[in-house]
Every structure is written in structure tokens, then in C-alpha cells.
């Protein structure tokens, strides 16, 4: 269910990055009824975004065990290629975010 949920949150998070790539502006793909709502979950996404940023490279810089998974293309490929478990074990805890609203 969390990871449903999670899924969900950064599909729309990529919705509204792809509002603003395509410069159709950053409101015109935030769910809500009113400009209020809009602008809530905005930044409520926001604040998701910048922290799954932070987690990514305290993780990455913090563990020079990583470093090679990231070291070029094929290592990358690699990495994503292992077993689910070897993959987590590498990289550590997870992020959990707290809070998510729908």
C-alpha cells in the first residue's frame, strides 16, 4: 500500500515537472478543486521531491560502496539488474515518506 501510494505521489510529481518542461506552466497539471488546493499540494510535492534529492546523495555520497554500481552506463545497468534484495542490501536504508496526502 505505502509503496502504491509512493508511486503514485512521484507519478505526479513527474506530471507536474513535465507541466513545466513542456511550458504549459507548473499549475497546469497540480490536482485540486481550488488555487488553494493546488498550490498546497504543490509545494507539499515540492517538499517530497527535495527530500527524496537529500536522501539520494547523503546515501550515495556517504557509501563509497556505491560508487562502482554508478561508475558508468553499463555499471548502472548492472546495478539495476541484480537481485532485489543485493540491490537494497547495497544501497542501504530506505526513504520513507511521512505524511503523503491524497
Known sequence: MIAETCQLDFKETYEI?????????VMSRVPGDTRTEQRRRLLFRTIQAEALARYCLANFLGRETLW????DDAAIDAFWKLPELKRRNAWGSKLELIGVSR
Open 68 to 71: 562502482p554500481y554508478f561508475y
Open 17 to 25: 515537472r513535465s507541466g513545466v518542461a513542456h511550458m504549459r506552466g
